[in-house]
Every structure is written in structure tokens, then in C-alpha cells.
């Protein structure tokens, strides 16, 4: 029974005993270990590690196991550990110009110093079920390629060396780093926090949104400047010893891309950009990211305003997934107290609208 | 992997101070919303988690906590929140509203008056009273800062010339200190009285919304109305049929298919307060009758 007047206690109890045995499903198939899911569900751990806003492959593995598959569950569990974790500070801006390159790929030139590096990627693939992968299979093994040796600079550090895209904003070194996990967000928000956000938000509904600027909702003419993925140095300065010292190598994935603007009369002409940068190798988040990073920039850049994507406080606030699934699920929970004074409501009206309909027809009958 | 160890209640001290001076805020600007920064907890958003916050950073160890939910201490969710803070703070807790000393709320005040070494923490899903007229937070804190509440005047207004009544029935606005308008939570319009000069401190944490706001004791709350609309308390026209009181708010509980319902009390507590006390005065009167 939903609300057993006495025993909620044992229901919850119960319903979570149930939820442990179906997690595990059948007995007879193997468990599932943590390196399995951390090893062969790479993309997933990525995900929640990005939207969990967390990087430990380990903990998004056993998240994604806890929440069996379902990854805002998992996203959610990762950020609840994450809000309980001590802050020891920032670590120093990661250079993804020094990324030892996976995959780096650019839609506005055909060669480019560093060249294109195609990597792993679903892209070219033929969208065919793979059958042999129905039962245990060895992959070949990967060809191996030349260790890539040339400098790879970024295609905006390119552009910029001629003045023909905005620069990067420069690092304000001493200025605090905006976190919204610290302090509530207020509007305008600035793009460190916006970045913030859509680096934690949804991939679903910030494809969606990036979709739609692409679809004349705030059109912002973009090309894939540049997308990139591989490891980059995390260094954090440390007072004690008064350099930065190295904490380890992350996998990351950035999107820069390349954004039409009109220049005015005191400013040429130059190229913008959206910036999207995620964990792991989540491709699709990184640009969508990008985009919608660029739409929200409308206000800075003095356009026009007017569509879903560019408006600051509609995306920001309904970005988080797990803000979100959180206040559409509350709606199991129990509301009867207010039902009840609607229901109040509603019969006293009706008793008036018959009321008023039987006065009417009285009226009638006397004048017949 | 170690499991981690956690803090009493939960959240860690620096967390817990951060909470603490937006509650003092809070009380020095009654029924204004102050932004705090509100952590992921370990339950869903919607599901308590301002009101969790909230409680977690006035919780002392000699603390007696009570937790409802619709007005009842067995519903889930308070049995949850009820069980996180026991486990989490190690506190005792009571379903006796006269015994706590902090009471986590969702949807009701309970119908006992409180006293003054009571906190009342209500949970908030939207802390805005004025967002479903102007969804945008950069307008609506303008607005407050203003005192502009034509608008709410006129939601009210077109209600009662469509409907000739004001169609609000929970989370109905208040007026906190002549200053503030402030979303009471959706409790129903019956308990808004409850909050006007009360001798407990109000507290109401939102935590997706990331807001807490408050009302401090014996502060003056009006409920919004007009002069030929004075605001109106609406319960069941019934009985309870477990105590027999008439004056608690009443969840009507539909008993078969063909349209037989009874009626009983929101407030578990009150309810089971009421019916040990007659049972008791049943028996001295069966004893006294006896002697005599």
C-alpha cells in the first residue's frame, strides 16, 4: 500500500530490499565489476563524471552500478558525495594547447599544423548491429600510430595570431574562480559561471537547445573550429612550496568553434566563439555545449535576444538534471493535503454553478 | 574504497555555518528569500532538501526532532527524513508536537499552538510567490525590492471576478512584518492563521531554489484579501471520526467504490492526543462512577 498508515517504516525498508535484489538481477549471470563498467562503459562513466562534475572513474563506475544504468541516478549519487568532500582550493587553469592528442579533428581547415587525427570515434562508422559482439570477441589490435610529435596549437590560437577571431579572455590570476556549487546563482551570470553550468547540465537538454540555434532559434552560424580530446596536466599551486605542482592527468574533451560577427563601425569584423569543454571523451556535450555557450554570449555581443537558447535565465535554471528529475519526480509524493482544499474548492463552486443553473431554470418556469 | 564517515547531521561545519548566517539574515529581514548556497543532499530535490539543510545546521546533539509530512508522522517521507537525522545526528526524535523542539514540516503546521523553544522548518518547493505571475527571478527579486505586488492584488482580484471566490487554496500569499510578500509553503489556507504572532521561530529552507527565508516569533503575517473579500479558512464541513474534533483540518479518505468516504485528521498526533485523552477521562469516569 502506498501510505500504510502505520508501517512506512517497514515499506521503505522492504521497497529497498526489493530494489537491491532486482539490481542484481538474476543470480546465475555474473556481477558486474566496477573496472568492467569503468573499462567497457567508458562513455557512460564519462557522462556522469562530467554532469556528476566529479572525476574518479571509480566512483561514476560504482554509481552507474548502484543506479543500475540510470545515469542521472548515477550523476545524482556522484554529486551528493561531491557536495560532502572538503575544498582544498583551484587548481591552476588546465593548458589544452599542451593536450597529448587522441583525437583532433577541425571543419574549417583541410590541414592545419599537428593535422587532422581522426581517434576513436563512432564518426564513418556504419550503423550496422555488430553481431559478433553478441558473444565474447577479441578486438584486433589498434594499428599503431607514429607518436604525434609536431606542436598541435589550437585552430583559435591560429585565427587569433591574425586578429581574425576574438582572443581568448586572458587568466586573471589572484581573481577568486566563480563556482555555483558554492554560491547561489544570480543573474547575469557571468560566462565563468554560465560555463559552469552547461559544463553540469543535461546533455539532452542542452543538445536540444544547441539543436535549435542551428534550426534559426537564434541562429549563430557555427563551424567546429576545433574539437579535441586527450590527457592534460591538472596542476595545483601549493603555498607551502610556492609552485605548481602536477596531481595527475585527466581525459578531456574540448570544442572550440568558430562563430560569424558583424563588426561595427569602431571594431572590424571577427569571428566569435563557443567554448565547450567536458570529462572523458563526451564529444557530443562538448558541442553542444559550444553552441549554446555562444547563444547565451547574445547580451555581451549586443544582439538580438529573443530565442530559448539565448535566454540566460531559462537555460540556466532548468539545466541540471538533477534539479530537474528531483522536482517532476516529487510528484509521487504525497499531496493529498492540498488536493484536499482543492477539492473543497471545486465542490463549493459546482454547488454554486447548480445552484445558480436551478434559479435560472425557475425563473423560466415562472415567466411560462 | 573506504565508505566516507560524515559529520554530525550530516553536512560539514563550514556548510553549516554558510546555512546558519543566511538563516540570520533571514530572520533580520522577515519573509525576505536570502540566496544561499544550497548543497546536493543525499535525497532528491523536491523531496525536502531546503527543509533538510535547514535542519541540519540548527540541530544540536539535546535536540528532540519531529518530522511530518501532510500532517502525519508515518507518512514515507518523514519516516525517511525522520531516520536520516536519528542515523545521521544520533538525536532523539518524537512523533509528540509538544515534545520537539524542532519540527521539519511539509504541507501543514500542525493544529497544536507552538510554543517559544520551538523551531517550525518548512520545506519549500517554490519560494517565490510571485513566479507563476513573472517566472523571471531578475524581475520578481525587482519587484519585492520595490514592494510592487499590484500584480498578486490583481491575480486575486480576476480570481474572485471569475470564479467569485479566490481560487487559492494552499501556498496562499502572505504579508510578513507590512513588508515582504511571502509563499507560505503549500500549506493549505487553514493553517495560514497559525503563522501570524506565533511564538516559534518559522524557518523555510528551499533547497533546488536554493532560498531560505523566515518568520521570526510574534511576527505580524496577513493573509492577502479584500475588504468585501476578507480572507476565509476552508476545512471539510465534517467530523474527524477518529477524535470527534471539528475544528482540525481533515483529510477525506475514500473507504469503497461507491462513493463512502470518512473523514480524519491531517495531524496524526493531534488526532492520537485527542483520543487518549477521552479514553482516559472515560476510564476515571468509569472509576469515579464506580466509587460513588
Not at chain 2, 480570481?159 to 500569499?173: E, K, L, Q
Not at chain 2, 471539528?246 to 463512502?260: P, Q, R, W
Request: glycine content about 6%; hydrophobic content about 40%; charged content about 25%.
Amino acid at each position: 500500500m502506498y501510505v500504510a498508515v502505520k508501517g512506512g517504516e517497514r515499506a521503505i525498508e522492504n521497497a529497498h530490499r526489493l530494489l537491491a535484489h532486482e539490481r542484481r538481477g538474476d543470480p546465475l549471470i555474473p556481477e558486474l565489476s566496477l573496472s568492467q563498467i569503468s573499462e567497457q562503459l567508458t562513455l557512460a562513466v564519462d557522462r556522469v563524471m562530467t554532469e556528476g562534475s566529479l572525476y574518479d572513474r571509480e566512483l561514476a563506475a560504482l554509481a552507474i552500478k548502484q543506479a543500475r544504468g540510470d545515469l542521472i541516478e548515477a550523476i545524482f549519487l556522484l554529486r551528493a558525495f561531491r557536495a560532502t568532500l572538503p575544498r582544498f582550493g583551484a587548481s591552476e587553469p588546465v593548458d589544452t594547447g599542451a593536450m597529448t592528442v587522441q583525437r583532433r579533428i577541425s571543419a574549417a581547415f583541410k590541414d592545419l599544423p599537428g593535422g587532422q587525427v581522426l581517434g576513436p570515434t563512432f564518426d564513418y562508422t556504419h550503423r550496422l548491429l555488430d553481431h559478433a559482439l553478441a558473444v565474447e570477441s577479441e578486438a584486433p589490435a589498434p594499428t599503431a600510430a607514429p607518436t604525434p610529435t609536431d606542436a598541435m596549437p589550437r585552430v583559435s590560437d591560429l585565427l587569433a595570431a591574425e586578429d581574425l577571431i576574438e582572443s581568448s579572455p586572458q587568466a586573471e590570476p589572484g581573481q577568486a574562480v566563480g563556482d555555483l556549487t558554492r554560491e547561489p546563482l544570480s543573474f547575469p551570470a557571468e560566462r565563468d559561471l554560465r560555463l559552469q553550468n552547461l559544463a553540469r547540465g543535461d546533455e539532452g537538454f542542452l543538445l536540444a537547445l544547441g539543436y535549435s540555434t542551428q534550426r534559426g532559434y537564434g541562429r549563430t552560424h557555427p563551424f567546429a573550429g576545433e574539437i579535441r580530446l586527450g590527457e592534460v596536466e591538472v596542476e595545483f599551486f601549493a603555498e607551502e612550496v610556492g609552485f605548481a605542482v602536477p596531481l595527475g592527468r585527466i581525459v578531456m574533451t574540448e570544442c572550440q568553434t568558430i562563430n560569424q560577427f558583424h563588426g561595427s563601425s569602431t571594431e572590424a569584423p571577427k569571428f566569435t566563439r563557443g567554448y565547450g569543454l567536458v570529462f572523458g571523451r563526451g564529444e557530443r556535450k562538448a558541442m553542444t555545449m559550444a553552441l549554446v555557450d555562444r547563444a547565451l554570449r547574445a547580451r555581451e555581443l549586443g544582439e538580438e535576444a529573443n530565442a530559448p537558447a539565448q535566454d540566460e535565465e531559462f537555460v540556466l535554471s532548468h539545466s541540471d538534471n538533477v534539479q530537474a528529475t528531483g522536482f517532476v519526480e516529487h510528484l509521487k509524493l504525497p499531496h493529498y493535503v492540498d488536493f484536499q482544499a482543492e477539492l473543497g474548492l471545486v465542490r463549493r463552486m459546482r454547488a454554486e454553478f447548480q445552484a445558480a443553473a436551478n434559479d435560472r431554470v425557475s425563473v423560466q418556469e415562472a415567466a411560462e | 574504497m573506504n565508505p566516507p564517515a560524515y559529520n554530525f547531521a550530516y553536512l560539514d561545519e563550514q556548510t553549516k555555518r554558510m546555512i546558519r548566517r543566511a538563516i540570520l539574515k533571514a530572520i533580520a529581514i522577515p519573509g525576505y528569500q536570502v540566496p544561499f548556497a544550497s548543497r546536493e543532499m543525499p535525497m532528491p530535490y523536491g523531496w525536502g532538501t531546503g527543509g533538510v539543510q535547514v535542519t541540519a545546521a540548527i540541530l544540536g546533539p539535546n535536540d528532540i526532532l519531529k518530522v511530518i509530512d501532510q500532517g502525519a508522522d508515518d507518512t514515507t517521507n518523514a519516516v525517511s527524513i525522520r531516520k536520516f537525522f536519528a542515523r545521521t545526528a544520533g538525536v532523539r526524535t518524537t512523533t509528540n508536537t509538544r515534545e520537539a523542539t524542532v519540527i521539519q514540516t511539509r504541507h501543514r503546521i500542525p493544529e497544536l499552538a507552538l510554543s517559544q523553544h520551538q523551531v517550525l522548518v518548512y520545506q519549500v518547493p517554490i519560494p517565490e510567490p510571485l513566479r507563476f505571475l513573472e517566472p523571471r527571478e531578475t524581475e520578481t527579486r525587482r519587484m519585492h525590492a520595490l514592494a510592487e505586488y499590484g500584480l498578486m492584488h490583481v491575480k486575486l482580484y480576476e480570481d474572485i471576478a471569475r470564479h467569485g471566490h479566490i481560487a487559492t487554496t494552499y501556498a496562499y500569499p502572505v504579508k510578513v512584518d507590512g513588508r515582504y510578500v511571502m509563499d507560505p509553503s503549500p500549506t493549505p489556507k487553514f493553517d495560514n492563521p497559525k503563522m501570524n504572532d506565533c511564538a516559534a521561530l518559522q524557518l523555510f529552507g528551499a533547497g533546488r531554489e536554493k532560498r531560505i527565508y523566515a518568520i521570526p516569533p510574534h511576527t505580524n503575517v496577513v493573509s492577502l484579501d479584500f475588504d468585501d473579500h476578507p480572507f476565509e479558512r476552508y476545512r471539510h464541513d465534517a467530523t474527524c471520526e477518529l477524535c470527534g474534533t471539528t475544528d482540525s483540518f481533515l483529510d477525506e479518505v475514500i473507504t469503497d467504490d461507491k462513493g463512502s468516504r470518512m473523514f480524519v485528521c491531517s495531524d496524526t498526533d493531534y488526532c492520537e492526543t485527542r483520543r487518549v485523552l477521552a479514553k482516559t477521562a472515560a476510564h476515571d469516569s468509569v472509576e469515579e462512577a464506580g466509587r460513588g
